[in-house]
């Protein structure tokens, strides 16, 4: 199976798959994430945004 190629739509650069750090609501997190080695800017995937982000955002509204 062949992996599609993610590009930046403004560099027109491959993304690279990089550690990243980001914060959601007071909470910080480290993921790898492909981003673009010229400008930064980083793809957070459907699953990433579903998965971990969620997971944060359900026991922010626990506490």
């Not at 930064?40 to 982000?53: M, N």
Request: net charge positive; glycine share 4%.
């Amino acid at each position: 199976m062949c992996e599609r190629k993610l590009i930046c739509h403004k560099c027109q650069a491959e993304l690279k798959l990089t550690e990243i750090s980001f914060s959601y609501m007071g909470h910080k997190m480290k993921h790898q994430a492909p981003a673009c080695p010229l400008c930064g800017q980083t793809y957070i995937s459907p699953e990433l945004a579903r998965g971990k982000v969620r997971q944060v955002e359900m026991e922010m509204e626990d506490k």
